[in-house]
């Protein structure tokens, strides 16, 4: 089974390869090391044969939506503070709060592929000026983050 990360927002939201470092563009497949290679690769929810949106969980509000899978991303009860998991963490950050600027609101969600619209095990707001480091960012499975930033 594999976890994934999703995240919707009112506005458009980034896709493509987060922390992906290659040595050069010359050589896109050769890594200084295994680290270099750990990325994030964001998809959105736009269905290009059909020429339409889906939706990747029923539990989100809103339109723009992307997912992830969470290789290094971990759940609350598997925390293993590597530097794979610090560097996804710190990616997914990052990226929320770019989004997070853009509209003020995200919606942050993880679940098993498949699992989506199940039952939320828990749901929760909160002011993204109260997440201090990317470690808050650890959800449980099929938790959803309401994510704000009002001043």
């Given at each position: 089974?594999?976890?994934y990360i999703?995240?919707?927002?009112?506005?458009?939201?980034?896709?493509g390869?987060?922390?992906?470092n290659?040595?050069?563009?010359?050589?896109?497949?050769?890594?200084?090391?295994?680290?270099?290679?750990?990325?994030l690769?964001?998809?959105?929810n736009?269905?290009r044969?059909?020429?339409?949106?889906?939706?990747?969980?029923?539990?989100?509000?809103?339109?723009?939506?992307?997912?992830?899978?969470?290789?290094?991303?971990?759940?609350?009860?598997v925390?293993?503070?590597?530097q794979?998991?610090?560097?996804?963490?710190?990616?997914?950050?990052?990226?929320?709060?770019?989004?997070?600027?853009?509209?003020n609101i995200v919606?942050?969600?993880?679940?098993?592929n498949g699992?989506?619209?199940?039952?939320?095990?828990?749901?929760?707001s909160?002011?993204?000026l109260?997440?201090?480091?990317?470690y808050?960012?650890?959800?449980?499975?099929?938790?959803?983050?309401?994510?704000?930033?009002?001043n």
């Amino acid at each position: 089974m594999t976890q994934y990360i999703y995240i919707a927002s009112p506005m458009r939201l980034p896709e493509g390869s987060f922390g992906f470092n290659p040595i050069s563009p010359e050589q896109p497949n050769v890594f200084r090391n295994e680290l270099d290679f750990i990325h994030l690769y964001f998809e959105n929810n736009y269905d290009r044969e059909l020429k339409q949106r889906f939706n990747y969980s029923q539990h989100f509000s809103y339109k723009h939506q992307v997912g992830a899978y969470s290789n290094q991303i971990p759940l609350k009860n598997v925390l293993r503070k590597t530097q794979e998991e610090e560097k996804c963490l710190t990616l997914l950050y990052n990226y929320i709060e770019e989004a997070i600027q853009n509209s003020n609101i995200v919606e942050y969600f993880t679940s098993v592929n498949g699992q989506e619209d199940l039952p939320l095990s828990r749901k929760r707001s909160i002011n993204w000026l109260d997440i201090k480091n990317p470690y808050d960012l650890v959800l449980e499975d099929r938790e959803l983050l309401e994510i704000t930033f009002w001043n």
